[in-house]
């Protein structure tokens, strides 16, 4: 039995049956991508701001800079996070239905401050831990001055919706036989070796989570 969307906006209806709404599906696209859209208004009007994200439990959480306009006007206010992986471009026979393979998750709430210099601090280990498995151990401490000019913003996951996007073309049965190459264009990310710092001290080698870290 397919879970049920959550509320009446996260109710996909284009396409409704690409749309998924369990926790797995949901986390799994989350933790598969730590580039996530933060839509919301500003002075009447829409922004769009791309930012780093990651998911402890059933929340979501993004930070930036005391300063930052996202940070300081998003607190408290309805947004719109979202999160999109590529996964591969599908070439039909007509123009029209040409598509993109891929699995996105949107998640609408009241943005929620993180509050506290040790709260902050746990989070943003959290968040190191999760990218770079060892990191923050290893790393010049936080200062409380580094801790005030951070901001951190959460959403809880109660109002989350994923769409996936997979396979071959659709074209309909009378387009089949036209005579133009159809198909999938698979896209993958790929890591490059890691680039030490230029000023880096000699002797210091690669860590694991340089070596092993990957996304998609
Ligand atoms: C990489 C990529 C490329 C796409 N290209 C196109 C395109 O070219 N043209 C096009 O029409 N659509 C495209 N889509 C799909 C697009 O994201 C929307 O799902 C679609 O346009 C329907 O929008 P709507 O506002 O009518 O959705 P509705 O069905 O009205 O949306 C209702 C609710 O469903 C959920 N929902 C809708 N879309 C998504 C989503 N993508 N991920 C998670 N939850 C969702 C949300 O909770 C939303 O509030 C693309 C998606 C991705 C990820």
Redesign the pocket.
Known sequence: MPHP?P?P????????Y??AYDRDTIHAILDAMPVAHIGHIVDGFPVVTPTLQWREGDRVYWHGSSASRMQKRAAGEEV?L?V???DGMVLARSGLEH??????????GRAELVEGAAAKEAHLRTMMEQLFPGRWESLRPITAQELKATRILSLPLT???????AGPPTDPPEDRAWPVWAGVLPIRLTMGPPEPAPDLAPGIPTPDHARTYRIG
């Open positions: 969307p509320s906006r996260t109710r996909a209806r284009r396409l409704a690409k749309a719109c979202t999109t992986l590529t598509s993109v393979n891929y699995r996105s998750v949107m998640v609408f109002e989350a919706s994923a769409k996936i996007g």
